[in-house]
Every structure is written in structure tokens, then in C-alpha cells.
């Protein structure tokens, strides 16, 4: 399964908007900083804003976990995660199987298109594992 989120694209008004408050931001901090501290800035927004602004392409196939930015490329073997958390915008795949705060440092967050769930079906088939069996006594 192969997708692509691309945010600014899908809301043009709001990336209009927040480029019009970003580059207002940049010549501001340029005008009272300088040249050097408006360069900064331009750059930190680029790299901040980078996952809104460019496309992210996102691969799933029966052994792996693919996601691709302009920047890096992610790529985790399926077998590594434990737990699906589905949300409002996409999956989170946790390798833990309890709730932590380290979820989303250790996972993979994966924004969905709208026709998402056979993604969170494929997923979920896949990751979530069994319930365990009842040990069998021994009495009898």
C-alpha cells in the first residue's frame, strides 16, 4: 500500500494564511535583528515546518513500514511494533504493548488519507497480536 499526505496542498487557505504570518514574522525579526537572526529564522521555520509544507510518502507492504520526507527516510521492519493506536488523523504504531510516554518518540506516527480504514485494518491484522491463551491447570 502506497499514499501521500501533502497538508498544504489539501488547505490552501490555511497555508496561505500561515505563509503571509511567517514571512511577516521573518521580515520582522530581520528589520529589528539582522540579517544573520532572519536567515536563522527562515531556516528553523523551513526545518519545523517542513512535514506541512512538503509531501510525505508513506509505503506498507507485509514486512515493513516505509515513510519518506524530503529530509530523511524511515524504514521499520513490521515485527518491531506491538500496539496500533488509532487517532484522529492517522495511526500511531507503538513497539511497546502498554500506554508510555515513550510512544511517540519509539513509534511511527502515519497520517491517513481519508479512505483509511483498510490502512488501520492492514495494520491492526498485522501488529496487534492475539489475546494469550488461559494456562491449563493441572487439577483435576
Known amino acids: 500500500m502506497n499514499w501521500t499526505i501533502h497538508p498544504a496542498k489539501e ?3 490555511k497555508t496561505i494564511l500561515s505563509l503571509i504570518f511567517i ?3 521573518i521580515l520582522y525579526v530581520f528589520i529589528f535583528w539582522g540579517l544573520i537572526w532572519g536567515a536563522f529564522g527562515l ?3 523551513f526545518i519545523a515546518l517542513q512535514p506541512y509544507y512538503f509531501p510525505t510518502r508513506y509505503e506498507l507492504t507485509d514486512e515493513y513500514v516505509q515513510v519518506k ?3 530523511a527516510t524511515q524504514k521499520r521492519t513490521l515485527t518491531d511494533f ?3 493506536y488509532v487517532g484522529k488523523n492517522g495511526v500511531l504504531i507503538s513497539p511497546f504493548k502498554r500506554k508510555t510516554f515513550l510512544n511517540n518518540f519509539r513509534g511511527i506516527f502515519l497520517f491517513l488519507p481519508p479512505e ?3 490502512i488501520v485494518k492492514f495494520l491492526t491484522d498485522r501488529i496487534t497480536e492475539p489475546p494469550n491463551p488461559a494456562p491449563e491447570s493441572d487439577e483435576k
Open 116 to 118: 483509511r480504514d483498510e
Open 23 to 25: 514571512g511577516a514574522l
Open 11 to 13: 488547505n490552501k487557505k
Open 43 to 45: 531556516i528553523f521555520m
Open 69 to 71: 520526507t524530503i529530509f
Open 82 to 84: 506491538k500496539k496500533v
